[in-house]
């Protein structure tokens, strides 16, 4: 365990953007991804910015809008009356996250930047592909609840409100970009860069914008049990009028959008996955089935 | 009088040779015509306030003046030889009070604690003592070990090709298998794969050790506070009576908390060398890999049968998985003694691995034995084409197969009867269809021990307030036993168990109790109990008697009451005993052994309902009908709850638990709750729950263990369920969506 060092409290996104400047910063919204990454080793941070305090909680809805600042706790996001009306598909899939505790601490913010599923990824005694080693010690070993697609590393991302907001078609902000599509946020890891998560040093998400109200949108997942449990697929499907967008996670490095038609394609499985292949066509059947059959209102 | 007797005890299957002090005790029976109250009726946990409300003390939770923290270096490798490691450096950092390593020869039951040639991932190194966390953990930095990576062995392949064995192969035959296999009408071959079940205490494995010069305290998180003892004193080789081990309150230990282990040794070779109190308490990692599992096992059967059904013939066999050490639970004694069978042979191999030793688990080599070898049965069912509930019947057997004695009682057919009718079993196959989920209903059997014995003792003390203290050697694994406990004193004195003040979990204030394993700690205590609370009885009689001018004989107790039999005379207890002033009535009880030439065995049968969804691959218990003759029950609550915990721990074995060790680097991948998935609250099913509650007439108070048998019969149940569903067998548990979706594929 490698103690941390310090902790910064900002009051504001300027304030957070300046102490996240020093090197080897980390943004945190609830801790609860980053804490138990720091416990096990796989992250030293030299200092952990705090940003609860930096004024991103506020929910606002504007003609059909939704705005979700990055430090609504997830608890909060389930809780909001609209969110639970109108975006059904965000309303489920912040309910499952993680436990009640989980979610009672962790933000929207924190939950979208959280780092990929992965045992061999996130043990303390092994240094992986995606940290910087030279195996991917998933596709040597046990990857029974990686991904579907092939790649330098097969873990997977595993946002539950990622997987919603990409069905959404939302928006992401960061205190050096405006309102890039969520996608954006993401990349699949390469040699030269060994995350998924397309942030640059010292950036951080501060708000999440839905542009539109779906007609319908529904989640559909399969856990590893009853509740808390992270998804070991997810998928999300949202219909604006005749078109129907779906994104899924727990199949790739990112959360990925899926053809309507056609949601395996570029999906093959590893030797270990392919079982999700069928899961997955299920959950995008089931979700599919839910958002053409009636309007919501 | 009082005599030293020899007698044996089955713990898990083994037997143990003892010697017990014996007193005379002229406790009467319970009488049968009459209903002991308060046994029987539902009584709150004596210790529910204080659990509920945080005031209970865990050994996590001891701070005492003074006290260090320790921490353990781990090898990250399976198998390796350290060939560096700077104990020097860990002792110059500040705070640091003692440093121990592999040469300072800290033995656990004989072998090292400590080692520089590190035999599975998690295996100890070296241990530090700091005043702080923070600098322990800067001590185990300092220390710089160096590694020399060795070849490991983690998978069951690689293990049979080394052949290494823990411990002895076991063989056993009787009649001639093969010859009856080969003259059968019937014959199936199955083979099953059961996974590593880890026990996960939500307290880990801790302790706190306090070393001082006119004696040792370790405070423990343990199911055995006397087996702690003995352990601290071998360790140290000290005189026992200068070791004293507390529990006060733990946090689960479901058979992996036997004594104060390796952590109660460590902790005190700590205190013994920074001469202050330490505190060592794992990590959620170290308790997923150090502190023990149920045995994976790859079980191979054949049976053979006549074409009425008569089971003519059992060939099982079973590698067993044991990790580094451990000691080898009875996987094969579902296929030995659960039903009549003349010709059985049993081969086990237990295999050596580069990972941490194994450790007992709730019904340890039972549970997954019954899981295995009752969906054997299945199989003969549906090769002989007959109701696999009739087939068990029809097998049934009325004494112990494997050597004719008699049971001290069996009410296994009343079980099946009952568990038949709560369930529904005459109308299961209505419940399957060929649509997305689909549904079954399943069975399996429940074979066990429990029948406790010698030596047990308690003690009772009544003053003035008639608020009687009974003191025990026991330790509360969670059970509720201490509450059961009190409740038979109370059956004797006629004060309500809440008033009873129970003292508990001290070596030094309490006579020997028995470890809570086996299933056997009540049934250990209780006769103890309700001798001493007798004696205290007939002692209150005699003064009230003379008190009231009534002959002792026409006085009975009862609702705190001293009454006349003939009703005259209803008076307060406490208008005896508050004449005794400073005086005590003291009594103490002992257990008598069980009856010679008899086996002692509990039963029951469990039914699963499950549901399928056939495209997602999920699967969720909806309803298990448990049935179990266990012989007097206590306390009706208490019971239920150790049934709704163990069913719930079946199906944490049948749908999510499994350890996984990854092959390459034979690390353990899922040791932590993000991975490791033990059930929620949302998989509990609905439990119907009935015991026969028929007291054992040979055994003294009637009552036989139930903390293991009710895990038992569940996985197996929900794998005749699935099977029943989806009309494919799974022969791998955890049933997790892929394996699910790889058989249907």
Known sequence: VIPVGRLGFPESVREASEQLQEHGACAMGGGTDLLTQVQRGIASPSVIVDLRGAGLDSLEHENGALRVGAGVRVADLAADPIVRERFGVLFEAAEHVGTRQLREMGTVGGNLCQRVRCWYFRHPDLTCWLRGGEDCYAQLGDHRKHGLEPGDCISVASSDLACALLALEAQVSTNLRERMPLADLYRNPSAEWRSNLALASGEFVTLVTVPRTPDISAYERLGERGESSFALVGVAAARFGERIAMAAIGVSNTPRALAPGNPLEGLPGLPMTGWKRTALAALAADATTRVTRAPES | ?745
Not at chain 2, 391 to 400: M, P
Not at chain 2, 468 to 484: C, E, K, R, W, Y
Not at chain 2, 517 to 527: D, E, F, H, N, V
Request: aromatic residues 6%; glycine residues 10%; hydrophobic residues 40%.
């Open chain 2, 1 to 745: 009088m009082a005599r030293l007797v020899r007698t044996e005890a089955v713990v898990e299957g083994r037997v143990e040779e003892r010697f017990a002090l014996v007193e005379d005790d002229d406790t009467p029976e319970y009488q049968p015509e009459r209903r002991p109250l308060p046994l029987g009726v539902e009584q709150p946990r004596i210790t529910g306030w204080a659990r509920v409300s945080g005031a209970a003390r865990y050994t996590s939770d001891i701070r005492l003046p003074g006290m260090l923290e320790a921490l353990v270096l781990r090898s990250p490798h399976a198998r390796a030889n350290v060939t560096s490691l700077d104990l020097a450096a860990a002792r110059a950092v500040p705070g640091v009070h003692a440093v121990l390593g592999p040469d300072d020869g800290i033995l656990f039951e004989g072998g090292p604690i400590l080692s520089s040639e590190p035999y599975y991932a998690g295996a100890a190194i070296a241990a530090i003592a700091a005043g702080s966390r923070e600098r322990a953990e800067q001590a185990l930095v300092a220390l710089s070990p160096v590694y020399e990576p060795q070849p490991f062995v983690v998978d069951l392949a690689g293990a049979m090709e080394r052949q290494e064995i823990v411990g002895e192969a076991l063989e056993e035959t009787r009649g001639d298998a093969e010859g009856a296999l080969a003259t059968a009408d019937v014959v199936i071959e199955s083979a099953f794969t059961a996974p590593a079940q880890v026990q996960h205490a939500l307290e880990t494995h801790c302790a706190v050790a306090d070393w001082r010069a006119d004696g040792l305290t370790v405070w423990s998180s343990t199911q055995g506070i006397y087996e702690g003892r003995d352990q601290l004193a071998r360790a140290f080789e000290l005189e026992s009576d200068f070791v004293r081990v507390v529990c006060e309150y733990m946090g689960g230990g479901f058979g992996s908390k036997w004594g104060v282990g390796v952590e109660g040794v460590l902790a005190a070779a700590l205190s013994r060398a920074a001469t202050r109190p330490v505190r060592l308490v794992y990590s959620r990692r170290e308790e997923a890999t150090v502190t023990g599992f149920r045995t994976p096992a790859r079980f191979e059967f054949r049976l053979g049968a006549r074409n009425d059904g008569t089971l003519e013939a059992i060939d099982a066999q079973a590698a067993v998985e044991m990790g580094s050490g451990g000691i080898l639970f009875p996987v094969l004694e579902p296929a030995r003694s659960l039903y009549a069978c003349a010709n059985v042979s049993l081969m086990v191999l237990p295999l050596r691995q580069n990972l941490g030793p194994s450790e007992s688990f709730r019904a340890p080599g039972v549970m997954e034995g019954t899981w295995a070898f009752e969906q054997a049965m299945d199989e003969l069912a549906e090769a002989l084409d007959v109701d696999p509930l009739e087939l068990r019947r029809f097998n049934h057997t009325a004494v112990e197969p494997a050597d004719n004695t008699p049971y001290t009682s069996k009410r296994l057919l009343e079980c099946y009867d009952r568990a038949a009718d709560l369930a529904g079993w005459a109308a299961r196959d209505a419940l399957r269809s060929d649509g997305r989920v689909r549904r079954g209903m399943g069975l399996a059997s429940q074979y066990w021990w429990g029948g406790g014995g010698p030596p047990a003792y308690a003690e009772i003390r009544l003053g003035r307030d008639a608020r009687p203290i009974l003191s025990i050697g026991i330790q509360d694994l969670g059970t509720g036993v201490l509450t059961a406990a009190a409740m038979i004193a109370a059956e004797r004195l006629g004060i309500a168990p809440d008033r009873f003040s129970v003292k508990w979990g001290d070596t030094s204030s309490s006579a020997h109790g028995p470890g809570s394993g086996g299933s056997m700690t009540l049934a250990s205590i209780a006769p103890a109990v309700r001798a001493a609370a007798h004696t205290v009885r007939s002692e209150l009689l005699e003064l009230a008697g003379t008190m009231y001018e009534i002959a002792p004989a026409d006085l009975t107790l009862e609702n705190d009451q001293i009454i006349s039999l003939d009703r005259t005379l209803a008076r307060p207890i406490t208008d005896v005993t508050s004449h005794l002033g400073d005086a005590s009535i003291i009594a103490h009880g002992s257990r008598g052994p069980n009856p010679d030439g008899m086996t002692v065995n509990t039963f029951g049968c469990q039914i699963a309902q499950v549901a399928v969804d056939t495209l997602t691959g999920r699967s969720w218990v909806e309803r298990v009908v448990a049935v179990h003759d266990v012989g007097r029950v206590v306390n009706p609550l208490g019971a239920r709850s150790q049934v709704e915990g163990g069913v719930l721990q079946g199906i944490g074995f049948a749908l999510f638990e499994e350890r996984v060790v990854d092959p390459t680097t034979g690390s353990v991948v899922n040791a932590g709750f993000e991975d490791y998935k033990l059930p929620t609250m949302s998989d509990v099913p609905e439990i119907v729950c009935e015991l026969l509650d028929d007291p054992d007439p040979n055994l003294p108070t009637g009552i036989k263990g139930l903390g293991e048998p009710p895990i038992i019969p569940t996985p197996g149940a929900i794998g005749n369920a699935l099977s029943h569903a989806l009309g494919v067998r799974l022969r791998e548990a955890p049933y997790t969506p892929r394996r699910i979706l790889e058989a249907l594929a």
